[in-house]
């Protein structure tokens, strides 16, 4: 499956949520995957509790964020989650995030092979970040997905 197709399946694309901190951003990231059946509460849990360990490991450009943990840390099944932020939060390491993309998968090959190529062509033009930003509506994000 595509990371679009990922969305739309679990509907799972949020735009201008609120959160008031890193954490907040990161429950509401995964709300849609836990309440599909995708991951387990633990799975944010453990999401969290690393981030307090190790910092941000899943910051992969300013203002984008991909939260993940290992898979057996509560994931049930491959997923995907797209949400953006009203406002950035700050992470521990002191940077603004708020494009967050929840990620949870059920082996590595998945992580690696699938999912991270489909991230980076995405965010490979600059442009899409405010165009990002800018998106009202699940279906702004779907159109800029395609």
């Not at 907040?24 to 309440?35: G, S």
């Amino acid at each position: 499956m595509t990371l679009l197709e990922y969305l739309v399946k679990n509907d799972s694309i949020k735009v201008k949520q609120k959160a008031e901190t890193w954490e907040d951003a990161v429950r509401i990231t995964f709300r849609p995957l836990l309440e599909k059946g995708v991951i387990k509460e633990e799975y944010i849990d453990s999401v969290i509790e690393r981030t307090h360990e190790l910092g941000p490991y899943y910051i992969l450009a300013p203002g984008l964020a991909m939260p993940h943990e290992r898979p057996e840390k509560g994931v049930l099944k491959d997923g995907f989650s797209f949400i953006t932020l009203e406002k950035p939060v700050v992470f521990p390491d002191g940077q603004d995030v708020d494009i967050l993309l929840g990620f949870s998968a059920t082996s590595s090959e998945v992580h690696s092979n699938e999912s991270i190529p489909q991230i980076v062509m995405l965010f490979d033009d600059e442009a899409i970040f405010e165009k990002i930003r800018k998106a009202e509506s699940t279906d702004e994000i779907i159109e800029l997905l395609k």
